[in-house]
């Protein structure tokens, strides 16, 4: 999570002398994605030490407690420049010499960056070093001069990623804080497509909670609608086509979770209208990613599951298919696909199709850290158990589904 980043991060570079307990432990090691045996291995003990520290069973020494520290800090370290190698920076010093030479666009350069990441899967790199982008650029958008308006600028992209890969690790406070300093960030640009960005996030954000928190279904949609209504107020006549058209899809989907068909059918409507022909020719694409797929995908497959339409949702991802090839580049994207591939199936009630789709999600879900997409996948298996019981095709996969 974020907050685990950016708080024992800082501990563990700046305060060597602090004990680690086993909460922090436990914390340190899921969220860089290591097992026990690979930190007991680091630290020279075996594997049911690890557990027991963790467990609260034994405490920690202040010799151990030292040795964790460093190798932490070590793991995030190389985290730091392997992401910097993948962005094509050669050491942390290139952002200090840059200061004075075309500085705000290689920030910019970085940030973007840091979005391919997010999108081929390498979110811990992107956990590693966004947050020295949103230093640096709140810094600049906080004094007065040239570069405050376009450093406000990049500092409301970085916390629409910061959003976006808070959501996907269900750190829900953390993702609340980037949406709201997003739209912050944004109105001191002055920039409306942007502000309208960030409450996609914050859609999106609510959307999750909606599916995290059932009983709270209808506050959380209804929130994400009052983020919606906002957005809309902030369209013009000259705004992005594709930030629109993601913005009414988005909209199609919160109504068809509320059951609300005609205004879900309204908007899926309105987001073909608007939606561009080819979105990557969109000015307004690097910042989104929003491609035809999330047409098709989130404005119609995932309205139609809601509204228990499984052959309609079925020939939305045949359209997409066709016309975007993103689940076969980024592998976030392919989770959330086989997702939908399978609820549309679980919907049809073909099983094995079904637990086939489900466990490739799961196991990719796993492969690229996304903590949102893998309970998702297991919230979906734990409810077709219920549904069909001792079923042997569910029984025989069961593993693949523990947390």
């Not at 944004?186 to 409306?192: R, S, V």
């Not at 059918?265 to 690097?286: K, V, W």
């Not at 975007?324 to 086989?338: A, F, H, Q, W, Y």
């Not at 998702?376 to 025989?396: E, F, I, V």
Request: hydrophobic residues 40%; glycine residues 6%; contains cysteine.
């Amino acid at each position: 999570m974020n907050h685990i980043l950016l708080g024992f991060g800082c501990l563990l570079h700046n305060n060597r002398g602090f004990n680690v307990d086993g909460a922090m432990l436990r914390a340190l090691r899921e969220e860089r994605g290591l097992s026990q045996k690979a930190v007991a291995d680091a630290l020279g003990v075996d594997k049911p030490t690890i557990s027991k520290w963790e467990c609260g069973k034994r405490g920690i020494s202040p010799h151990h407690s030292k040795q964790i520290q460093e190798f932490f800090a070590k793991e995030d370290d190389m985290n730091r420049r392997s992401a910097l190698r993948l962005m094509g920076i050669v050491g942390l010093n290139a952002v200090s010499d840059a200061w004075s030479n075309d500085l705000l666009s290689m920030y910019e350069r970085g940030v973007l960056a840091c979005l391919d990441l997010y999108y081929s899967g390498h979110t811990r790199q992107v956990e590693a070093i966004l947050p020295l982008y949103l230093q640096q650029c709140a810094a600049l958008a906080q004094q007065p001069g040239p570069l405050q308006i376009p450093a406000a600028r990049l500092a409301a992209i970085a916390y629409i990623i910061s959003c976006e890969l808070a959501t996907d690790r269900e750190d829900y406070s953390a993702a609340a804080m980037a949406g709201r300093r997003a739209i912050l960030y944004a109105q001191a640009a002055g920039n409306h497509e942007l502000q309208i960005a960030a409450l996609l996030r914050l859609i999106d954000y609510h959307f999750h909670l909606c599916s995290s928190q059932p009983l709270l279904i209808d506050v959380h949609s209804k929130n994400a609608i009052q983020c919606f209504e906002q957005a809309e107020s902030l369209f013009t006549a000259t705004m992005s086509p594709l930030l629109k058209g993601r913005v009414y899809a988005g909209a199609a989907e919160l109504y068809a979770m509320r059951g609300q068909l005609q205004e879900s059918m309204r908007f899926m409507g309105l987001a073909y209208e608007s939606y561009p022909r080819i979105p990557e020719e969109d000015p307004f694409y690097p910042y989104i990613r929003a491609s035809r797929y999330s047409l098709y995908v989130f404005g119609d497959a995932q309205s139609r599951l809601f509204l228990h339409q499984p052959d309609e949702a079925a020939r939305a991802l045949e359209a997409m298919e066709k016309e975007s090839n993103d689940p076969e580049r980024e592998p976030i994207t392919k989770v959330d696909l086989l997702y939908y591939q399978a609820e549309i199936q679980r919907q049809r009630e073909e099983r094995e199709a079904y637990v086939a789709a489900l466990v490739e999600a799961a196991e990719l879900a796993r492969k690229i850290n996304s903590r949102l997409y893998f309970n998702k996948l297991a919230a979906s298996y734990y409810r077709a158990k219920q549904r069909w019981g001792k079923d042997p095709s569910l029984s025989a996969v069961e593993d693949v589904f523990q947390l």
